[in-house]
């Protein structure tokens, strides 16, 4: 089947459409992106502007009517913190129905930690161990640990790159007292949720997801994402601090000629690579693999499974229960 998976963002609305059946890995076969910009229109009570909601509105509807031109199948539409953190979301979502005729899900970050863990373990695999993942988007970072399919531990904290942009670097480049600000508190904001993954034990397997990560290391000199989904990507820390001071030292328009950056994240990839070099120093982490496949990869995933039925399965027995002496219990129906 066709599927189409819309994520709705702080920059864009985001299109994915992909081959899927049960058993396979889903195929990309098309991507479309309508920019959004909502970072721009985030008021001080939390709430996004008219103009954002119209934006995000308008954006959906140039989206599903792609999606109509692709015969998609099903398509799960969704937002991430940008809209679902807004004060005024459910206003937005209406905004939303009215322009496209379809109302988009919201995830929360426990959901979003979880079904990117999943697609990054399938991409993995069993021999990986015990995986950690690490994912920063625009309001919100995740992470999540486990050796399952299913994380034992998922966190979300309000470390997205958009988010502390707004929050601490007004200016454009930002100032020395901005960053140590920011620096601070994003380290103490992620202490007890580091302190609670360390107390399990080194993992085997450390991944970063998401465009951050894959923005990030493109600008420490791995491959470009045209080269493929196949080559390794990797993010040492060493390097990821030479980016940050390069990226701190110039505003906003110079950073989008650098490779790798978009015109729409440039403002935000010097937040994005701070959070990473904190959570990888509150982890002890020196480097870490980049994961092609994240949040949208792991909600088809679960789709998927949920597909799969019994009509092949082997009959499986329960064992019948057994005496102390060895014998085989034979329960008989109870006599009325």
Not at 282 to 302: K, Q
Request: net charge neutral; hydrophobic share 40%.
């Amino acid at each position: 089947m066709r599927l189409g998976l819309l994520d709705i963002g702080s920059n864009s609305a985001q299109l994915q459409i992909v081959e899927a059946a049960v058993g396979a890995p889903p195929l990309p076969v098309h991507a479309i992106r309508v920019p959004t910009r909502l970072a721009d229109e985030v008021q001080p009570d939390g709430s996004l502007s008219v103009a954002g909601a119209d934006r995000a509105a308008n954006a959906v509807a140039t989206a599903v009517d792609a999606a109509y031109r692709y015969g998609v199948d099903r398509l799960f539409p969704f937002v991430t913190a940008a809209i679902r953190d807004a004060e005024n979301r459910d206003l937005v979502l209406d905004r939303i129905v009215q322009a496209s005729g379809i109302r988009p899900e919201y995830l929360s970050g426990d959901q979003e930690a979880r079904l990117t863990y999943l697609a990054v373990h399938a991409w993995y695999g069993w021999s990986a161990g015990r995986l950690l993942v690490l994912d920063i988007g625009g309001g919100s970072m995740e992470l999540a640990l486990g050796r399952n399919t299913d994380p034992d531990i998922a966190l979300s904290l309000p470390l997205g790159a958009n988010r502390l942009t707004r929050r601490y670097l007004e200016s454009d480049p930002p100032t020395s007292k901005e960053l140590k600000r920011m620096r601070r508190d994003v380290r103490d904001t992620l202490g007890d949720a580091s302190d609670r993954l360390k107390w399990e034990g080194d993992p085997h397997v450390t991944v970063g997801a998401s465009k951050t990560f894959k923005q990030l290391a493109r600008l420490t000199g791995s491959p470009a994402q045209r080269k493929g989904p196949f080559v390794a990507r990797t993010l040492r820390r060493d390097d990821l601090h030479r980016v940050i001071e390069k990226l701190a030292g110039m505003p906003a328009q110079h950073r989008s000629r650098l490779s790798g950056v978009s015109e729409s994240r440039a403002r935000q990839v010097l937040a994005g690579a701070i959070v990473a070099d904190c959570a990888m120093t509150a982890l002890d982490l020196d480097s870490l693999e980049i994961s092609p496949w994240a949040l949208r990869e792991g909600i088809v995933l679960r789709h998927l499974s949920s597909l799969a039925d019994d009509r092949d399965a082997l009959p499986l027995q329960t064992l019948p229960a057994r005496s102390e002496d060895g014998a085989t219990v034979t329960t008989l129906p109870k006599q009325i």
